[in-house]
């Protein structure tokens, strides 16, 4: 063979395999649904304080693994500590108080019981005495009466009644003084239960100091609760992304100070061209090239077209014809799972896109 000839079957060699590839391109080109400019997206947990304070630690990094509970942020709390602590103080001082006021409102208790038990035997005693001395007057009456009807009959000296007479008196005197004896006594048992009244004011006195030892408690779960919102803690478990601050910065309440994301939900966004959306459906098939990996095919499916979010919108605005939210957009979004993820994947990779449009094609 000439060298002309091999130059010829060269030629004709190179337009066949042109004409294959232009043909496999075609074909591909009517079969599938190709968008080049996707990315790798997942859900990004946004972390912030609830309160305004100055970061004193940040203990994780950059691409770290966290568990849900563990802590990424602590704020300074000093105050917060010594306040916990002053408080801590007043309420073991408060209980003391209470303590000793209800170990004196039952000493009391007891002493006016004693006081009054005693009290009232003694009246009890006075009055059987009184009793005695009724039965001795009546008995000396009757005497009396007796030696003056004798007298009367000059049977009796005149000296005996008068004798009797004057046992009588003494008699009625001793009665009328165990009668006063008695009233004052009864008097003092009534001046004893009116006593129950500093029974009453101790036990309300108990009462207000249970009230603020509550309120104590109350004021340092207050600053336990404070606390917490210095201690800020995983909500899930996964990797911490971009870190914005850093210790030593004030920050006030809601700014986002840390990133963080769920590796087991990324996902692929692309925007297909709105004359191509009608061949995509949910549940497609979809191969999926990441240019991080750029040896290695990824499948996955189609698990939603369309949506409405912030970020969607904001795309489809700069890609509108008109360049404004809300104008008539020229690419849909479609969202694409993972089947079997690679070991290292960020949100913003770069992805490519081909949804197959007939099923009975095999093309992988």
């Known amino acids: 063979m000439t060298v002309k000839q091999k130059v010829r079957l060269a030629v004709a060699l190179l337009a066949v395999g042109a004409l294959l590839v232009l043909a496999y391109e075609l074909f591909f080109w009517f079969t599938h649904v190709y968008e080049d400019n996707a990315r790798v997206q997942t859900d990004i947990t946004s972390i912030s304080a609830q309160v305004d304070g100055r970061i004193e630690t940040i203990p994780v990094r950059e691409g770290e693994r966290v568990t849900k509970g563990q802590p990424l942020i602590v704020l300074w709390h000093d105050d917060?500590?010594?306040?916990?602590?002053?408080?801590?103080?007043?309420?073991?001082?408060?209980?003391?108080?209470?303590?000793?006021?209800?170990?004196?409102?039952?000493?009391?208790?007891?002493?006016?019981?004693?006081?009054q038990g005693t009290q009232r035997a003694r009246i009890q005693a006075l009055e059987r005495e009184a009793a005695q001395l009724r039965d001795r007057v009546k008995l000396a009456e009757h005497s009396v009466a007796r030696t003056k009807e004798y007298f009367d009959k000059k049977v009796t000296p005149e000296s005996t009644l008068i004798a009797e007479q004057d046992k009588l008196l003494m008699l009625r005197g001793e009665a009328s003084l165990l009668?006063?004896?008695?009233?004052?006594?009864?008097?003092?048992?009534?001046?004893?239960?009116?006593?129950?009244?500093?029974?009453?004011?101790?036990?309300?006195?108990?009462?207000?100091?249970?009230?603020?030892?509550?309120?104590?408690?109350?004021?340092?779960?207050?600053?336990?609760?404070?606390l917490g919102h210095r201690r800020i803690l995983s909500p899930i478990d996964g990797v911490v992304g971009r870190?914005?601050?850093?210790?030593?910065?004030?920050?006030?309440?809601?700014?986002?100070?840390?990133?963080?994301?769920?590796?087991?939900?990324?996902?692929?966004?692309?925007?297909?061209?709105?004359?191509?959306?009608?061949?995509?459906?949910?549940?497609?098939?979809?191969?999926?090239?990441?240019?991080?990996?750029?040896?290695?095919?990824?499948?996955?499916?189609?698990?939603?077209?369309?949506?409405?979010?912030?970020?969607?919108?904001?795309?489809?605005?700069?890609?509108?014809?008109?360049?404004?939210?809300?104008?008539?957009?020229?690419?849909?979004?479609?969202?694409?799972?993972?089947?079997?993820?690679?070991?290292?994947?960020?949100?913003?990779?770069?992805?490519?896109?081909?949804?197959?449009?007939?099923?009975?094609?095999?093309l992988w």
């Open 179 to 226: 009668s006063g004896r008695i009233a004052v006594a009864r008097k003092e048992l009534e001046q004893l239960r009116a006593s129950q009244r500093q029974l009453e004011a101790m036990q309300e006195r108990i009462k207000v100091a249970g009230v603020e030892i509550e309120r104590i408690g109350d004021a340092i779960r207050k600053q336990e609760v404070a």
């Open 80 to 115: 917060i500590k010594l306040n916990i602590e002053a408080l801590q103080t007043d309420l073991q001082l408060q209980r003391a108080e209470r303590q000793r006021l209800v170990a004196d409102k039952t000493a009391f208790e007891a002493e006016l019981a004693a006081k």
């Open 243 to 362: 870190i914005r601050h850093f210790p030593g910065e004030y920050l006030e309440d809601g700014v986002p100070i840390l990133m963080l994301h769920d590796p087991a939900l990324f996902w692929v966004e692309a925007y297909v061209d709105e004359s191509e959306i009608r061949h995509v459906r949910v549940g497609q098939a979809v191969r999926i090239n990441l240019d991080a990996y750029p040896w290695s095919d990824f499948y996955g499916r189609v698990t939603q077209i369309g949506s409405a979010t912030a970020t969607e919108m904001g795309l489809a605005g700069r890609i509108a014809d008109e360049g404004r939210f809300g104008s008539p957009v020229e690419r849909v979004p479609v969202r694409v799972s993972l089947d079997d993820p690679p070991p290292v994947l960020t949100p913003g990779m770069r992805a490519e896109i081909n949804v197959r449009i007939y099923e009975r094609i095999r």
